[in-house]
């Protein structure tokens, strides 16, 4: 089984900076992609950025395009969310996912971060 488990949320001014990490244990970790998913309250989780395992290509959010960079640390299993110019509706839990296979369901999922951007 996998575990994923996210880390280095916090609270930040309005174009402050944080990284979050998530870092997968477990069984051998190869996933097609990992992704990063945030929650506000009241709103539906959404995507936010995606890289393919092994190509390291990414894929932002409109809304993040730009501010945001995801990138992969094959060898340590772990994933990174470079948040700059962060803004109060940035606020959000977010989370780190897997799947295995392409268009496939994430089926792992991390416990989540808190992420809180203040005007």
């Known amino acids: 089984q996998v575990q994923l488990v996210e880390s280095g949320g916090g609270s930040v001014q309005a174009g402050g900076a944080l990284r979050l990490s998530c870092a997968a244990s477990g069984r051998t970790f190869s996933p097609y992609a990992v992704g990063w998913f945030r929650q506000a309250p009241g709103k539906e989780r959404a995507l936010v950025a995606r890289i393919t395992w092994n190509t390291g290509r990414a894929d932002y959010a409109d809304s993040v395009k730009g501010r945001f960079t995801i990138s992969r640390d094959n060898a340590r299993n772990t994933v990174y969310l470079q948040m700059n110019s962060l803004k109060p509706q940035d606020t959000a839990i977010y989370y780190c996912?897997?799947?295995?296979?392409?268009?496939?369901?994430?089926?792992?999922w991390g416990q989540g971060t808190q992420v809180t951007v203040s005007s």
């Open positions: 996912a897997a799947t295995a296979i392409a268009g496939g369901q994430y089926a792992y």
